[in-house]
């Protein structure tokens, strides 16, 4: 424990110093892998201090204050790229929020129910909690990704100001409806529960553990802060050496936007294996659905209003190919969650369609 408190602390301090000394200057080879490290470090002790903190202040604030550190580093990831990569990053905004879905509905969420069933031969889960936070990923993901393609009123699968800022404030609405659902009124419905041949949970399994102290939840604060300021600053001078990696490799531009999504949900596809292995596939569940929408119902709000300062389109609307990965996502992940329950086999779907996914954005 003490070693994982240690390099939460010391990593957002280094990152800082690595920062200071490479601002204004393009970093060699050596200081740029360097700063890749200490970039996906930052990423993780940023989460595990938003969690402290949200740990402190409990629910509905402390979900919030998660995803929106979450969101920060989604965001700041995304504008530092469309800023230094002008027209030809108009599609990156629309590409990492669509690897996120994907990533999360299909490879955390398989992940999970693979990892479980191979423990427990089936998983159990609720099928009311799941389902509605499948109903508003498609929700926040149709507002957002899937409506720019069919409306009229602006060309290139573009938004006109006022589309926009509906699908802003309406995304923003939809996440807090959610994360009030979740949280206060229907609390019971995102509960773990235990699976076949699994002793019933632990009491304390299914209350709250133990709030950090105020002191502690204050140098997590200001940890985070570092974490973030750590995080926004090395995205940019990292931006150029992430776009020349992918081009060298012969992958198409829109793959950067895979690569920031790995980047922001890797804390939460580690919790949610872990969560997997100990029989608590609802909780799995809840990060990889959770993680979506605020993914989408967050990110989409910010760039909204990052739209007024940032040069040259912001491109939403999804692709053919795009939007028939979609549509078959949605349909069977609702045949996964309906029942409440599913085996090896609907995980091991999931994780085609992901690596279908990876394979058609690295082959268009």
Same mark, same amino acid.
């Given at each position: 424990?003490?070693?994982?408190?240690?390099?939460?602390?010391?990593?957002?301090?280094?990152?800082?110093?690595?920062?200071?000394?490479?601002?204004?200057?393009?970093?060699?080879?050596?200081?740029?892998?360097?700063?890749?490290?200490?970039?996906?470090?930052?990423?993780?002790?940023?989460?595990?201090?938003?969690?402290?903190?949200?740990?402190?202040?409990?629910?509905?604030?402390?979900?919030?204050?998660?995803?929106?550190?979450?969101?920060?580093?989604?965001?700041?990831?995304?504008?530092?790229?469309?800023?230094?990569?002008?027209?030809?990053?108009? #599609? +990156?905004?629309?590409?990492?929020?669509?690897? &996120? /879905?994907?990533? =999360?509905?299909?490879?955390? !969420?398989? @992940? $999970? %129910?693979?990892?479980?069933?191979?423990?427990?031969?089936? #998983? +159990?889960?609720?099928?009311?909690?799941?389902? &509605? /936070?499948?109903? =508003?990923?498609?929700?926040? !993901?149709? @507002? $957002? %990704?899937?409506?720019?393609?069919?409306?009229?009123?602006?060309?290139?699968?573009?938004?006109?100001?006022?589309?926009? /800022?509906?699908?802003?404030?309406?995304?923003?609405?939809?996440?807090? %409806?959610?994360?009030?659902?979740?949280?206060?009124?229907?609390?019971?419905?995102?509960?773990?529960?235990?699976?076949?041949?699994?002793?019933?949970?632990?009491?304390?399994?299914?209350?709250?553990?133990?709030?950090?102290?105020?002191?502690?939840?204050?140098?997590?604060?200001?940890?985070?802060?570092?974490?973030?300021?750590?995080?926004?600053?090395?995205?940019?001078?990292?931006?150029?050496?992430?776009?020349?990696?992918?081009?060298?490799?012969?992958?198409?531009?829109?793959?950067?936007?895979?690569?920031?999504?790995?980047?922001?949900?890797?804390?939460?596809?580690?919790?949610?294996?872990?969560?997997?292995?100990?029989?608590?596939?609802?909780?799995?569940?809840?990060?990889?659905?959770?993680?979506?929408?605020?993914?989408?119902?967050?990110?989409?709000?910010?760039?909204?209003?990052?739209?007024?300062?940032?040069?040259?389109?912001?491109?939403?609307?999804?692709?053919?190919?795009?939007?028939?990965?979609?549509?078959?996502?949605?349909?069977?992940?609702?045949?996964?969650?309906?029942?409440?329950?599913?085996?090896?086999?609907?995980?091991?779907?999931?994780?085609?369609?992901?690596?279908?996914?990876?394979?058609?954005?690295?082959?268009?």
């Amino acid at each position: 424990m003490l070693k994982r408190v240690s390099w939460t602390v010391l990593l957002p301090v280094v990152a800082l110093a690595a920062l200071a000394v490479s601002w204004g200057d393009e970093p060699g080879p050596v200081l740029a892998a360097v700063e890749a490290i200490l970039l996906t470090g930052s990423v993780l002790a940023a989460v595990h201090h938003a969690e402290v903190v949200a740990a402190r202040v409990g629910e509905p604030f402390g979900s919030l204050l998660l995803a929106a550190a979450v969101t920060v580093i989604e965001v700041a990831l995304i504008v530092t790229l469309m800023l230094s990569g002008g027209h030809e990053a108009a #599609t +990156l905004a629309r590409d990492t929020v669509f690897a &996120a /879905a994907m990533i =999360t509905t299909n490879g955390i !969420a398989g @992940l $999970s %129910l693979l990892l479980g069933s191979r423990r427990y031969g089936e #998983t +159990l889960f609720n099928a009311e909690g799941c389902g &509605a /936070a499948l109903a =508003t990923v498609t929700t926040l !993901a149709t @507002l $957002s %990704l899937v409506l720019p393609a069919f409306t009229n009123s602006h060309h290139d699968n573009e938004f006109t100001p006022g589309q926009l /800022a509906f699908a802003a404030v309406a995304s923003l609405l939809v996440y807090l %409806l959610f994360v009030f659902t979740q949280t206060v009124r229907h609390r019971h419905f995102f509960l773990p529960i235990a699976q076949k041949g699994q002793k019933a949970l632990p009491e304390e399994d299914e209350s709250p553990a133990e709030p950090p102290t105020t002191r502690s939840a204050l140098i997590s604060l200001a940890l985070l802060f570092a974490a973030l300021v750590a995080v926004v600053g090395l995205a940019k001078t990292e931006s150029p050496v992430i776009e020349r990696a992918v081009a060298a490799v012969g992958f198409p531009q829109t793959f950067v936007g895979v690569i920031i999504a790995l980047l922001v949900l890797l804390p939460e596809t580690l919790a949610a294996a872990r969560a997997a292995r100990r029989g608590r596939i609802q909780v799995s569940l809840n990060l990889a659905y959770g993680s979506a929408m605020a993914s989408i119902g967050l990110t989409i709000p910010v760039l909204a209003l990052a739209s007024v300062w940032l040069k040259g389109p912001l491109i939403l609307g999804l692709g053919p190919t795009q939007l028939v990965l979609l549509a078959l996502t949605v349909v069977i992940t609702t045949l996964t969650v309906v029942p409440g329950r599913a085996t090896r086999l609907q995980g091991e779907l999931h994780l085609v369609l992901l690596a279908a996914y990876i394979f058609l954005a690295i082959n268009p």
